[in-house]
């Protein structure tokens, strides 16, 4: 323990001693003061982010625990994402959970000590080095989602979605454990994911194991992102779960995804792309046309965008495919910062988009229905403006932040070559465009059939109003925010490249 190098883990260290405590705090206060939970669970994620950025080492890479946790560009940059993303959702959730009992009663807390907790299970991810870390870090994630799925034991869908999500989930672990004792065998006995990459560039394994090994790995991230064809959970768990918990599932974990996918794929087995570019490409074609496509059918806003994630989730893998090609690596890095930079724009923009769903809700009634949002410019003209600006990025309209992040994958896929590729994404982004457009139509142009006024506390509709501009500001200004995910891209892999080759 002497020559374990503690600092790069302070963030992970000081989130669960912080959690444990708001957990045994919260056991004390009365119903009334569960004002402190939330407050104290902000308090939290604002101080892992000032010991996330005091850990930026000036852009240098730190491995520690025996190379099993890593520090780097990528993984700090998502991680104040990460953080970003669960506390907007705490905002957003705190009047809905206190109007539907979810944080009343004497155990009141476990929804911010299970979201704090799955959270600990993101940031694991994002720095994991080694097949251990990565999956002990995916199964904290896990067990605290099914466990925030299922949280109002009284309602028969949050239950039902709960064991949906629990059952399909241990499948998904299941088929990615599989893939990685797969690995570690065909490796000849390596967690890391270094000495994963040198042992495949040493020719000497059996590539028939490998690959074998890399399609139950890809099965495995299929199922945590939602695409085509393990995608069957995401419409059902979406619908079933608390809207809270729905934006718990939909937005920060994809980020953590995403990272275990580049360190899976990209840094542990970038010798074998021509094999799991192959799958990601047929998975990203089939996730696109699928969820554009079903989307349309759908009149539960909810059920709508779990289809819409599907579709994104497609356009995501569309970037990490088109990654390197002949030995590119400059097309590389443009492919996966683009890849980056659409995941982290798609978390904003669903951030938004359930914190109107959120907004609209009031005990006793579930704003998700599309004939819910009828009318709702005169009701509310400027979370209506709000909301518009969120389904435009969605559909990928200019001059918002969808509309960027679409082009940087597509113009990687065109890097490619692969012309037919790009042109049946931008169709289909056009058959998607439809049911965003339906949204605002109803908005705008249907009479109320709830005049019933909007009731939010200050904090949301303040992160509300922000988070509709930040879909709008980042599209006009897109460079900051690109820039920083390419800096990652290319400082985490240079460095990973280089510690393989020494």
């Known amino acids: 323990m002497n020559n374990i190098n503690l600092i790069p883990v302070y963030p992970e260290i000081f989130l669960l001693i912080a959690t444990s405590v708001i957990l045994l705090i919260d056991m004390f206060l009365p119903e009334a003061k569960r004002i402190v939970t939330y407050l104290l669970s902000l308090a939290v994620l604002v101080v892992c982010a000032v010991l996330t950025i005091g850990d930026l080492n000036g852009g240098a890479t730190v491995y520690t ?129 270094n000495e994963v990459f040198r042992a495949i560039v040493s020719g000497t394994v059996d590539r028939t194991v490998l690959v074998f090994g890399i399609v139950f790995l890809v099965a495995g991230l299929a199922f945590k992102l939602g695409t085509v064809p393990f995608h069957m959970w995401v419409p059902d768990v979406y619908q079933g779960s608390p809207t809270p918990v729905t934006l718990l599932l ?8 995403f990272a275990i996918t580049f360190r899976l794929l990209v840094e542990g087995m970038l010798p ?49 495919m088109s990654g390197v090609v002949d030995g590119n690596l400059f097309s590389a890095v443009n492919a996966y910062s683009s890849s980056m930079f659409y995941a982290v724009t798609y978390v904003i923009t669903t951030l938004g988009t359930f914190g109107v769903i959120i907004l609209l809700s009031r005990a006793g009634f579930e704003a998700d229905k599309i004939e819910d949002f009828k009318g709702l410019n005169q009701r509310s003209p400027w979370f209506a403006a709000v909301m518009m600006i969120l389904m435009f990025s969605l559909a990928g309209i200019p001059p918002l932040v969808g509309f960027y992040a679409k082009l940087s994958v597509l113009q990687a896929v065109l890097g490619t070559g692969q012309i037919w590729l790009a042109v049946l994404a931008v169709l289909f982004s056009l058959v998607g465009a439809f049911y965003y457009i339906r949204v605002v139509k109803v908005m705008y142009f249907d009479d109320p059939v709830d005049n019933t006024k909007i009731v939010a506390t200050p904090d949301m509709r303040l992160v509300l109003s922000l988070n509709g501009i930040a879909a709008l500001a980042i599209g006009l200004w897109p460079g900051h925010l690109m820039d920083a995910c390419t800096n990652a891209i290319v400082t985490t892999l240079a460095t990973f490249l280089s510690k393989v080759v020494a």
Do not use: C
């Open 65 to 193: 625990f025996n190379n099993m946790f890593v520090s780097d560009p990528l993984s700090n940059l998502l991680k104040l994402f990460t953080y970003l993303g669960v506390g907007v959702t705490l905002v957003y959730s705190r009047q809905y959970n206190t109007e539907r009992g979810i944080t009343g009663g004497h155990l009141g807390g476990e929804y911010y000590a299970l979201a704090l907790f799955a959270l600990l299970g993101q940031m694991i991810m994002i720095s994991g080095n080694s097949f251990l870390s990565i999956y002990l870090g995916l199964e904290l994630m896990s067990l605290s989602l099914y466990a925030l799925v299922a949280l109002r034991r009284d309602n028969a869908a949050s239950t039902e979605a709960g064991m949906k999500y629990f059952i399909l989930g241990a499948l998904a672990s299941g088929f990615l454990l599989y893939g990685m004792s797969m690995l570690y065998g065909a490796t000849g006995g390596s967690l890391e994911l």
């Open 250 to 257: 939909g937005a920060a974990p994809k980020l953590a995804t």
């Open 272 to 320: 074998l792309a021509v094999d799991w570019q192959q799958m990601l490409m047929v998975m990203a074609v089939l996730s696109i046309i699928l969820g554009n496509v079903t989307a349309i059918a759908q009149s539960n806003i909810k059920r709508m965008l779990a289809y819409s994630t599907i579709s994104h989730m497609g356009f995501m893998l569309l970037g990490m």
